[in-house]
C-alpha cells in the first residue's frame, strides 16, 4: 500500500499553489498517494493550520510547512 500525504491549503495561497505543484512532480519519481484539503470555511483546520500554510503531513505529523522541504518528505517516505 503506498502511503498519503496530507496537504492542507487555501485556495488563495500562492504558496500552497507552488507546494501543490512540486508535489504532484515528485509524484512522477516517488509513488505516493496526496490528498490535497482546502480549509477555508473548516474552522478546527483554519485554527490549526491557518497561520502556516500550506502545511504536509504524512501518518506520523507534520513533515514542513510553508516550502517543500524534498529531502524531508523523501526520508518520511522512505522509512515507510
Known amino acids: 500500500m503506498k502511503p498519503t500525504l496530507t496537504l492542507y491549503i487555501n ?3 500562492h504558496l500552497c499553489e ?3 505543484a ?3 512532480r ?12 482546502d480549509i477555508e470555511g ?5 485554527a ?11 501518518a506520523d505529523g507534520e513533515i514542513c510547512h510553508f516550502h517543500l522541504d524534498q529531502e ?3 526520508a ?5
Not at 473548516?42 to 483554519?46: M, N, V
Not at 491557518?50 to 503531513?57: I, T
Open 26 to 37: 515528485l509524484q512522477g519519481s516517488i509513488d505516493f498517494a496526496l490528498e490535497v484539503i
Open 11 to 13: 485556495s488563495y495561497c
Open 42 to 46: 473548516r474552522s478546527e483546520l483554519e
Open 72 to 74: 524531508a518528505v523523501r
Open 48 to 58: 490549526a493550520y491557518a497561520e502556516r500554510l500550506p502545511v504536509l503531513l504524512g
Open 22 to 24: 512540486q508535489l504532484m
Open 18 to 20: 507552488e507546494m501543490t
Open 76 to 80: 518520511y517516505l522512505s522509512g515507510r
